[in-house]
């Protein structure tokens, strides 16, 4: 219950965040707009009026690029001052005097700040889904519901990267940094190191067959395990990596079920190297 207590506060201190109004405002356009594309995108290819399954599922792929990219940014942003900030403005003894435990604080953090995440993805699909069922009338409900689901699962992923971040220093200008880095290394440096490493090995950078060490160097990032997370709970093969690179052999790294084991240790892993540091912090 002690971390409970430490979720609902820290919830009511995250939610007042101006940024985050201006995210979740942003998100909830990207939302909007991708309803509209989806729809326009039926009419364009002539697919049946009132189909809602199909436009719901072309609504699905416009907002997976944009989830990729907004929800990190919105997660990091909630996330990289929890225990950081606490240390540098002194609060964090005082917190720490309570009847809680330095576990406690960081599992309370990560509720805390996971729930404001999932109200500003909840908020932008709720607008999507207005926009939707405006534009063309009707939706799959359970796609749609499904799809909301994996994107908080995704951002709980990234709060527990911005949280451990924050659990292993004393100072939000670092853990900021931090998480800038990350947002770098799983964006462009990640993708463009593979491609230098494929460039070396094959001579070129588009192959005929990719081999399966690229497919499993790609498949790692959060980003790339979401969309296999989303390609195995909604069936369709449009979110995996055999369709981006067309291919009928995947290793195990690029299945699309092991997509959730891989958000399980990006989110694990760094919340529990943070937690680690902050056991044996001197505050």
């Given at each position: ?5 430490v979720?609902k506060?820290d ?7 101006r940024t985050l ?13 991708g309803?509209f ?44 001052a ?23 604080v ?25 926009g ?40 939000t ?10 947002v ?11 491609q ?29 395990a ?39 240790f ?18």
């Amino acid at each position: 219950m002690s971390a409970i207590t430490v979720a609902k506060k820290d919830f009511r201190d995250a939610v007042r965040s101006r940024t985050l109004l201006a995210l979740t405002l942003v998100f909830a356009l990207f939302t909007f707009g991708g309803a509209f594309l989806a729809s326009w995108t039926a009419e364009l290819f002539g697919e049946i009026e009132g189909d809602g399954a199909q436009t719901t599922m072309d609504l699905l792929f416009a907002l997976q690029t944009p989830a990729s990219f907004l929800v990190p940014i919105i997660a990091l942003v909630v996330g990289y001052a929890a225990i950081a900030g606490e240390r540098e403005s002194g609060s964090l003894k005082f917190l720490l005097g309570l009847p809680h435990t330095r576990r406690d604080v960081v599992l309370g953090k990560i509720l805390g700040r996971t729930a404001v995440v999932a109200v500003s993805i909840l908020v932008g699909f709720a607008v999507g889904l207005v926009g939707l069922v405006t534009f063309v009338g009707s939706v799959s409900v359970v796609d749609y519901l499904l799809f909301t689901l994996v994107t908080i699962l995704f951002g709980f992923v990234y709060v527990c990267i911005g949280v451990g971040l924050s659990s292993m220093t004393r100072s939000t200008t670092k853990a900021a940094v931090g998480a800038l880095g990350m947002v770098l290394l799983f964006w462009f440096v990640w993708g463009i190191a593979a491609q230098l490493v494929l460039f070396w090995r094959e001579g070129s950078f588009m192959v005929e067959s990719f081999p399966e060490w690229y497919l499993s160097v790609v498949s790692l990032p959060p980003d790339s395990a979401y969309a296999a997370a989303l390609g195995t709970i909604l069936g369709e093969d449009g979110f995996t990596m055999a369709s981006i690179y067309e291919t009928e052999s995947l290793p195990l790294l690029a299945e699309p079920w092991f997509g959730f084991v891989l958000l399980a240790f990006w989110a694990l892993v760094p919340l529990g190297f943070g937690l680690w540091r902050f056991d044996r912090a001197d505050l």
